[in-house]
């Protein structure tokens, strides 16, 4: 039996978005991946949306946590950025091919490489969305023990001709798997349940890899965080 959990909240908004007239990276990780970009000066306000290309960049230390997104989910991702972005700047035009940062990322998004995306999608502007997370393990009441994940989702939107920022948002969300220590799967555990809630629910019991499955719900929360930052501004 599955209880649905609620997709959006307004516990967790973390903001830090800017127009296309400046640039602000304050709660933003977005220019930590960024090299070799500079911050887009304060000017007037564009009256057309910019057609952008969608790339998710993973850095390799995420690919490789038990809750690292799948290809399934990297789409699903994408698609949903592409489905339910309403904001009036941007306007997106293709999604191109996911790609792995090396280590932790830091500095991996060179406009070399970015430039290769933009000529294989024809387009100047990115919208860029760099996943990462961390995970707290929590031992409960035997025979419950808890991990908590926190997911954040970081974007940038560059300019490549220009080689600046455009802007820079994030959103961030944070799940919990319980999980039975005496047995590994029961007909109520591995359960999911969102982090203001407690064991008795509501919640999701988990079908398949548990910590897949969080990575899954937690990051796809944290995307819809990061949607509602962008169309904030």
Do not use: W
């Not at 400046?22 to 910019?50: M, Q, W």
């Not at 502007?125 to 808890?146: K, N």
Request: proline fraction near 6%; charged fraction near 20%.
């Amino acid at each position: 039996m599955k209880i649905l959990i609620k997709t959006f909240s307004v516990m967790t908004l973390v903001i830090a978005v800017v127009g296309l007239t400046g640039c602000s990276v304050n709660g933003s990780r977005a220019s930590d991946y960024l090299a070799g970009f500079s911050t887009a000066p304060a000017g007037p306000p564009r009256k057309a949306s910019i057609p952008v290309a969608v790339v998710l960049a993973i850095p390799e230390t995420e690919a490789a946590k038990p809750t690292a997104l799948t290809p399934v989910i990297q789409k699903e991702l994408l698609d949903r950025v592409r489905t339910n972005l309403r904001e009036a700047k941007l306007a997106i035009s293709a999604i191109a091919s996911p790609i792995v940062l090396p280590g932790d990322g830091k500095g991996g998004l060179t406009p070399e490489r970015l430039g290769q995306i933009g000529k294989e999608t024809g387009l100047e502007h990115l919208l860029v969305l760099i996943p990462s997370s961390r995970s707290v393990q929590r031992v409960q009441e035997y025979p419950i023990i808890e991990t908590q994940l926190f997911a954040r989702m970081d974007a940038a939107v560059v300019d490549l001709t220009t080689g600046r920022i455009l802007l820079t948002a994030v959103g961030q969300e944070d799940y919990i798997l319980g999980q039975r220590r005496d047995v590994a799967r029961t007909i109520s555990y591995p359960r999911i349940y969102y982090r203001t809630q407690t064991t008795s629910g509501p919640f999701t019991v988990v079908e398949g890899d548990p910590f897949a499955e969080l990575g899954k719900i937690a990051f796809t929360a944290a995307t819809d965080q990061l949607l509602l930052a962008l169309q904030a501004d």
